[in-house]
């Protein structure tokens, strides 16, 4: 069976779809949404979402400013972008329409200054963001000024700005060592510092072990007062409550991923992801959009590392499958592909008007879709 996705002249989508009965098993009192390898409309003759271009903007600007590679980015109400560059230390901004609106900052530590931003938020007519590597928060207005900046506890490690709550709290994301894992940060920030309310673990693998010097995580977003978690080896989406709840997990049967890989060595240790499942965002209608990535030409991650640090690895060659849930975690539809990003792209974010930013694959152009139900 061949289903199409709705894309710019020449871009085609090929699924690959399974005969078996796709039924949602829901297990009650569990809150536990068990799902098969293909969603109830796999089969159906359109796909529940399409995706229409608005604008594509190449990332070439004048004064010879280039994009290298966008590291964070965010949108206001009014539909205007922002994102950051570390590499150069730049903060650019287009409008709705992708037209160039400003460039600020440059490589350093100062006030207004930019370096290792990986992580930004608008909230509330302001935009923040994560700078020297999660080591503090900064703020700018709209148009590009610097206006305060908030340094964050040292127990906060490489931290990021998964969301911001009705209440002006910051929900910021921290590594954790030894595990593959998270520890989430509910603060306030004060003029002097970020006082946190509450703190949480969020775990992104079943029970698997790394050294005490590793880390790894996959992705978290924040929607409707919960957090929604990705996996590394399994395909599981759980949900969190902002008091460290689990209130919810969406499974699906699909044996395709393939946890981290390992390698340990004359006292060096490597680790080395292998894709894993990653939500993106959800869509005002409820529904959930996440991206499964694997590779397709190994089958041992810990030989394949062992094989990287030697120099006798080949390429790793990778499968994505983009899938759409309804708001109650049932899944719905599929779109699988060969290659890292999906058919639109590389998606980097999803603003509360259904429009979907990607980059593509390349990294030369930022696009703007529209999801169409």
Not at 38 to 47: D, K, P, R
Not at 239 to 259: A, V
Request: with cysteine.
């Amino acid at each position: 069976m061949l289903n199409k996705l709705l894309l710019p002249t020449g871009l085609l989508l090929i699924l690959f779809s399974c005969a078996k009965e796709n039924k949602t098993e829901i297990t009650e009192g569990a809150d536990i949404i068990k799902n098969p390898e293909y969603g109830e409309l796999q089969n159906a003759e359109n796909s529940p979402v399409r995706f229409e271009l608005v604008n594509s903007t190449e990332l070439i600007f004048e004064d010879d400013l280039i994009i290298g590679s966008i590291n964070a980015f965010t949108v206001d109400d009014d539909g205007n972008m922002y994102f950051v560059d570390s590499r150069q230390g730049k903060m650019v901004s287009l409008d709705t329409n992708g037209e160039f609106r400003f460039v600020t900052g440059q490589k350093g530590r100062g006030p207004g200054d930019l370096e290792n931003v990986y992580s930004m938020a608008y909230h509330d007519g302001m935009i923040y963001l994560t700078n020297l590597s999660g080591a503090r928060i900064d703020a700018f207005d709209t148009e590009g000024n610097f206006t305060s900046s908030t340094t964050l506890s040292k127990n906060i490690v490489f931290g990021s700005i998964k969301g911001i709550t009705e209440e002006s709290e910051f929900i910021l994301r921290s590594v954790v060592w030894g595990e593959l894992a998270d520890d989430m940060f509910i603060s306030k920030l004060t003029k002097d510092s970020a006082v946190v309310s509450n703190t949480f673990r969020v775990q992104y693998s079943n029970g698997i072990e790394i050294g005490q010097g590793m880390s790894s995580s996959s992705d978290v977003i924040f929607n409707n007062g919960e957090l929604i978690a990705g996996h590394l080896s399994d395909y599981e989406l759980n949900l969190y409550s902002l008091n460290g709840e689990q209130t919810k997990s969406i499974t699906r049967d699909f044996n395709k991923l393939m946890p981290p890989g390992f390698y340990e060595s004359g006292g060096s240790s490597t680790i080395m992801n292998m894709g894993g499942l990653n939500p993106l965002g959800v869509l005002s209608n409820g529904y959930l959009l996440a991206k499964a990535l694997w590779p397709t030409n190994i089958t041992d991650s810990n030989e394949y590392v062992k094989k990287d640090r030697s120099g006798n690895a080949p390429d790793l060659v990778f499968a994505n499958s983009l899938d759409i849930f309804d708001s109650n975690g049932t899944l719905l539809y599929s779109f699988e592909k060969e290659g890292r990003t999906s058919a639109i792209g590389n998606i980097i974010h999803i603003d509360n008007n259904d429009f979907i930013y990607t980059t593509s694959e390349d990294g030369s152009s930022l696009n703007k879709y529209k999801a169409v139900f």
